[in-house]
C-alpha cells in the first residue's frame, strides 16, 4: 500500500509533467537567466555530488520577475548541469498558485522554492526562497526600513554579486 506521503508526491509530479502546466528546460533557463557574474561550484559541493546515489529531480517554483530567482536559478543550473545524477524542472508560480499554495514560506508564496524528489518520487527536500544568510539580511533591512524599497533591493543584489553563488551551493 501506498503511503501518504508518497502518493501525494505522486499527485504533485503528475501535475508538474502533464501538458499545459510550464515547465522549463535547463537549456532555456540558461539562456533566459544567463548572468554576468562568475559562479564556481564549489569543490566540496562537487564531491557531495560525485557521491551521490541515485537520480534527483529539482522542481523549481519561480517567475522570471524574481530577483531572487534571477541569482539562485543559474547557481542550481549549474549543479544540474554538473551531473547526470541531477535535473532540474522549473515550475511557473503565478500559473500553479495551488503547487506554490503546499510550499508556502511563513504562509507566503516565496520563490525561488526548491522541491528534490528522488528517482522513486519521494519528496526529500524543500529548499527556499533563499539562503538562510541573504534571509536573515533581508529581514533585518526590511525591519530598518519598514518595508521593502530600493535600498533593500541593491543591498540584497550587492550580497548576491559578492556571494558569487557560495551560499546558495
Known amino acids: ?17 502533464k501538458p499545459g502546466v510550464p515547465v522549463t528546460s535547463k537549456e532555456e533557463l540558461a539562456t533566459a537567466l544567463a548572468t554576468g557574474g562568475q559562479i564556481v ?3 566540496d559541493v562537487k564531491l557531495l555530488i560525485n557521491n551521490l546515489k541515485g537520480k534527483y529531480v529539482f522542481y523549481v517554483i519561480s517567475e522570471g520577475w524574481c530577483g531572487d530567482a534571477s541569482q539562485i536559478l543559474p547557481v ?9 545524477k541531477l535535473n532540474m524542472r522549473i ?13 508556502l514560506t ?3 508564496r516565496a520563490i525561488p522554492k526548491v522541491i528534490i524528489f528522488n528517482e522513486k518520487n519521494d519528496q526529500i527536500a524543500v529548499w527556499g526562497p533563499r539562503p538562510k544568510v541573504a ?8 525591519e530598518k526600513f519598514g518595508k521593502v524599497n530600493d535600498d533593500i533591493i ?6 548576491y554579486n559578492t556571494d558569487k553563488g557560495v551560499e546558495i551551493q
Open 135 to 142: 534571509t536573515d539580511l533581508f529581514f533585518s533591512l526590511k
Open 76 to 84: 542550481i543550473n549549474m549543479l544540474t548541469e554538473y551531473s547526470e
Open 41 to 43: 561550484l564549489e569543490n
Open 154 to 159: 541593491e543591498t540584497m543584489q550587492k550580497w
Open 91 to 103: 515550475i511557473l508560480r503565478d500559473e500553479n498558485l495551488d503547487i506554490i499554495d503546499l510550499y
Open 1 to 17: 500500500e501506498e503511503s501518504g506521503a508518497h502518493k501525494h508526491n505522486d499527485e504533485i509530479i503528475d501535475r508538474i509533467i
Open 106 to 108: 511563513n504562509g507566503s
